[in-house]
């Protein structure tokens, strides 16, 4: 059973940084990309970032490139999503993802995950 443990939020102030992390475990991920979401109160999930397990090729949101970066340790399991230049509308609840099945070469929706954590809250004040 495929298990995602996110950790690393926190409250923060406009232009701080934040590393995020997410403790992966069940099974092989060298073949999926994982990717970060974020969630605000009254909107839907929306994409962040993703990276494949392996390649370490990276895809990112317009609203977060150049801000944020996604990562990962293959050895330890673990990705990571390096956050800087925050601003308030950053604030959500972080949730971390992974595939059971392909999709396509860019997952970016939703629905293209079977596997999610339990959410880390990133609050970002001015």
């Known amino acids: 059973q495929v298990q995602l443990v996110e950790s690393g939020g926190g409250l923060v102030q406009a232009g701080d940084s934040l590393r995020l992390s997410c403790a992966a475990s069940?099974?092989?991920?060298?073949?999926?990309?994982m990717a970060w979401f974020r969630q605000a109160p009254g909107k839907e999930r929306e994409f962040v970032a993703l990276?494949?397990?392996?390649?370490?090729?990276?895809y990112y949101a317009d609203s977060v490139k150049g801000r944020f970066t996604i990562s990962r340790d293959t050895a330890k399991n673990m990705v990571y999503l390096q956050m800087s230049s925050l601003k308030p509308d950053d604030t959500a609840t972080y949730y971390c993802?992974?595939?059971?099945?392909?999709?396509?070469?860019?997952?970016?929706?939703?629905?293209?995950?079977?596997?999610w954590g339990q959410g880390t809250q990133v609050t970002v004040s001015t």
């Open positions: 990276i494949m397990w392996s390649a370490g090729s990276t």
């Open positions: 993802a992974a595939q059971r099945s392909y999709t396509r070469a860019t997952p970016t929706g939703r629905e293209e995950y079977a596997y």
């Open positions: 069940g099974r092989t991920f060298s073949k999926y990309p």
